[in-house]
């Protein structure tokens, strides 16, 4: 028997609706908010994500050669083809560019628990502004999409990626190694950070300064502590986000987003219940466009784990309800089938989701499969009720039945 790829998973019905209606909440929050949905095509040249991420990506990329001896590769995250996609067709549209998009994303890694080797992203980008405003507004809109799926514990974390660059610069830090221990310190490999710094030459002082600042965790009150343009730049960010009512948030340094693109606020999303794996968003400003072949545009911009985000509601115990059908057609007989035909074509004409019986089950066993597949109703077609242009409808949930005329049925049902 073939099975499903290693780090893949196959989606049954009710996973599918469960997924697609928490999928809905975060496109109707983003919509909300002023942004536009695109789509990027799945798969993306190979050199698009190694000017993103650099040479070390390619470990953990499905790559390939296509027929045409092309360099490709399967998307490993969806901010590159956005971005790309914006120096192709939309460099030119006022500024700035809202845009959102959902979906698949392959990278080649060790599978684990909330983590895959095809996985969902959610994600937005607002492109071609550079203000404490925008990275609130970017702010802002993660935290509703976090609310609206009814996560209840979660923290956000703001940091300032400029001010670590800075400390590391001063501590003598070579420009062009700066991405390399960022790094080490985003994955939290301090051991190998500070072995790296060892190999730099940087004092045993600085070191333990360079580590102190990546711990520097609280609230407002550690915003005295970051110096120069950084701090003020925070303390702006952190105010419009209170006016805009998003209050659950720390103030923390050792926030590193370990991309050279990224330029100044950085921030993330955590669900404690996910223990050691527990980030569900990250983002912050950036500049990548003029990677791509583009003028230098500054942006701001987030991705949400959609796998990660519903395992930790899963972990909460936030449960969603799975919808049923509105009805489930039954032909008492072979002789009426044809009349049940026309009805259950009159409720979907309606936008009324009907199912009908297909099987020429006995009437006891119609009812058990309508309940079966959740059916609100179940209308039963008899050759007495067509008589009298009748139908018998029986509620499922209380059992109770009415004869409803055919001309009112859809009334009855909306």
Do not use: W
Request: charged content about 30%.
């Amino acid at each position: 028997m073939i099975q499903k790829p290693r780090g893949t998973r196959d989606f049954l019905p009710d996973e599918m609706e469960r997924r697609r209606h928490y999928e809905g909440i975060l496109r109707h929050i983003a919509l909300t908010f002023g942004f536009r949905e695109i789509s990027t095509p799945i798969f993306e040249e190979t050199e698009l994500f190694v000017l993103r991420s650099g040479p070390n990506i390619l470990n953990e990329l499905y790559a390939f050669k296509d027929k045409g001896d092309r360099d490709i590769a399967l998307r490993p995250e969806m901010t590159a083809p956005a971005v790309r996609m914006f120096v192709n067709g939309m460099s030119n549209e006022p500024k700035p560019v809202k845009i959102f998009y959902f979906g698949q994303c392959f990278r080649y890694e060790r599978p684990q628990s909330g983590r895959y080797r095809e996985f969902y992203q959610f994600g937005a980008e607002l492109i071609g502004n550079k203000n404490p405003e925008s990275d609130a507004e970017m702010i802002a809109l993660a935290a509703s999409m976090i609310e609206a799926l009814g996560l209840n514990d979660y923290r956000i974390r703001i940091g300032h990626i400029g001010v670590l660059r800075q400390k590391l610069a001063d501590s003598g830090v070579p420009k062009e190694r700066t991405a390399e221990i960022l790094q080490k310190l985003d994955k939290k490999s301090y051991d190998e950070a500070e072995l790296l710094l060892i190999d730099m030459g940087v004092s045993d002082l600085a070191r333990q300064e360079i580590f102190d600042l990546t711990e520097t965790v609280g609230g407002k009150e550690v915003l005295s502590e970051v110096p120069g343009e950084a701090g003020e730049y925070l303390r702006s960010v952190v105010e419009i986000l209170e006016r805009m009512g998003v209050r659950d948030i720390d103030i923390d340094l050792g926030v590193v987003r370990g991309l050279d693109y990224y330029t100044g606020m950085v921030f993330e999303a955590e669900a404690p219940v996910l223990g050691a794996e527990k980030q569900i968003c990250g983002g912050g400003s950036y500049t990548l466009s003029e990677l791509f072949g583009g003028e230098q545009v500054f942006s701001t911009g987030f991705a949400i784990g959609f796998d990660r985000i519903l395992l930790a509601m899963e972990k909460e115990g936030i449960g969603y309800e799975l919808k049923g059908i509105d009805a489930y057609v039954v032909p008492a007989s072979d002789a009426v089938r044809g009349e049940a035909y026309s009805v259950v074509s009159m409720l979907r004409d309606a936008g009324i989701s009907s199912d009908i019986d297909l099987m020429g089950r006995k009437m006891a066993k119609a009812m058990k499969h309508a309940s079966a597949v959740r059916a609100e109703n179940v209308v039963i077609v008899g050759e007495k009720e067509l008589s009298e242009d009748s139908v018998t409808v029986r509620d499922m949930s209380s059992g109770e039945q009415n004869l409803v005329r055919i001309s009112e049925l859809v009334r009855f049902l909306s």
